[in-house]
């Protein structure tokens, strides 16, 4: 971290700052040009307060050198995570389909969708049983009975289990869900986090509607400081002026939080454009930009579903998705 001090500083004040910030346990070093005096610190910055920093009355500008993200940082942990679920591998050239309903409505629609999406070729089924709705009167999911029902579509194919979780308290009703969502309206509920954080079970992580990717990196920070490291990162489409399609989906975001971490990103082109049509072709470029795999929402009736039926595919369409997605990943893999 730099800190660069006004022109006015005395050398009064340059100590005092020196040593408040030695204090807290970092190294400073002066460095004094004719007009300007900066002070680099060395060390573990992470308990500099930089809003009260920048605020004092010599300080300029401060300017971090190095990310606040540690655990989730490719600079200290260079090769990429591979997380292993059931069997279903994702990340570092193991590709991972997700995919399924986007609420779990009844027995016959999540085996019959689970069986439909495992002989396209997906690896992992999803289900919401708690869902985040805009409104109160919209269907609220099946909660805790969602989530037997997803065990039961289990049992029948064999395809590890998605599902959505909102609060910490429902944490017990997860225990044989394989891979527990956070999704983007939770994305910074941090005590939601820091109890995910506590268990030995993979977590998808998907970017909040307005959060930049460093805050998206900082909440799986959340997760991986208290020991579980096993976070899979998604972007699922953020919120900007366009209004044609529901969000706007950022497919940079995979190249750059490839950059940024060493953690396994999955697209969610569904919630993305909210247009069951926009699926496939979205699904194809997040393939060909090297995402580690795509979450889409599947059902065997879209014009009857209980919640976003609009970006529902039907299994044939998805079937047909499958297609073009492997053809694509054939393709960059030969590249
Ligand atoms: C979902 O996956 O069904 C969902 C609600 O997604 P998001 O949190 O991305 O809106
Ligand atoms: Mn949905």
Redesign the pocket.
Known sequence: MIVVLKHETSKDQQAQLVEWLEQQGVKADISEGTYQTIIGLVGDVSQIDVDMLSMLDIVQDVKRVTEPYKKSNRKFHPEDTVIDVGGAKIGGGNFAVIAGP??VESEEQIVEVAKRVKAAGATLL?G?AF??RTSPYSFQGKRAEGLELLEKAKEATGLPIVS?IMNENHIPLFENIDVI?V????MQNFELLKALGKLDKPILL??G?ANTLEELLMSAEYIMAGGNEKVIL?E??IRTFESYTRNTLDLSAVIALHEMSHLPVVV?P??ATGRRNFVRPMAMAAAACGADGL?I?VHNNPAKAL??GAQSQTPDMFDDTMKAVMRVRKAALEE
């Open positions: 986007c609420s999803r919401g869902k985040p959505e969502q999704g983007a309206r939770n998907k970017r509607l998604c699922r489409g969610d569904s919630h979450m929402e919640c976003d």
